[in-house]
């Protein structure tokens, strides 16, 4: 099946600068990446995501950015605001249509 | 649009019993994903049904069953409960695919004594 890892665990930033979550998948069918926020005690939100067929995909701040060669995928936060602090997840959906999920990023934004 | 509900919101169960989470998805969403999320784990893919069927199954033993009603709301079983099933359960709801985006209800947080 599909594993996929995700980088780094835990980030800090300053307010306005960017951040940067990474992760890798294995399985080389995976076709679909959302990107999941979550807030303290909050649902997941999906922010953004990309399909197999795009490289890269902008939504004001937030940018998404998939190597299919490499098999791993990135989350781009610019300009980023205390607001943008919570665990964030990443996913991929395998070949066998079910979804594997990273093991999120807490990103504190300070201010 | 109301958005996705489940009930009930906590739920204190022991082990070997069993129990009965639901979802009521987003009012046309006929797609219903369940997930699993626990701090070691994280978050786990359990099934989804689309027109009353199962179409999509992850890797959890056959005691995590689920149903789908034709109003598309979704409950899911877990029987012989086992310490190890403590977590909070969360539903999501989307239009037709798994691709398309999924909006989550706000979990039922399951304690296994």
């Known amino acids: 099946g599909e594993n996929v890892e995700q980088h780094p665990s835990t980030l800090s930033v300053q307010e306005g600068d960017s951040a940067v979550i990474k992760c890798t998948y294995s399985d080389s069918a995976s076709n679909y990446f959302p990107w999941y926020k979550q807030e303290l005690g909050k649902r997941p939100q999906l922010i953004i995501d990309?399909?197999?067929?795009?490289g890269e995909k902008k939504d004001q701040r937030i940018a998404v950015t998939l190597n299919k060669t490499a098999k791993h995928f990135s989350l781009h936060i610019t300009e980023t605001q205390p607001e943008d602090s919570a665990v964030y997840f990443c996913a991929a959906k395998g070949s066998g249509n079910q979804f594997y999920f990273g093991t999120g990023t807490s990103l504190t934004v300070i201010p | 649009k109301a958005g996705v509900t489940q009930t009930p919101r906590y739920l204190i169960k022991t082990r070997g019993q069993q129990v009965t989470l639901s979802c009521s998805p987003i009012?046309?969403?006929?797609?219903v994903s369940w997930y699993q999320q626990t701090p070691g784990q994280g978050l786990q893919f359990l099934f989804e049904?689309?027109?009353?069927?199962?179409?999509n199954k992850g890797n959890f033993p056959g005691r995590f069953s689920g149903r789908q009603f034709s109003n598309s709301r979704s409950e899911m079983n877990v029987s012989t409960l086992e310490l190890g099933d403590s977590a909070l359960y969360l539903c999501a709801s989307s239009l037709e695919a798994l691709t398309d985006t999924q909006y989550f209800g706000p979990g039922t947080r399951l304690t296994v004594l």
């Open positions: 009012s046309g969403h006929r797609s």
């Open positions: 990309i399909r197999s067929n795009v």
């Open positions: 049904y689309f027109s009353e069927t199962q179409r």
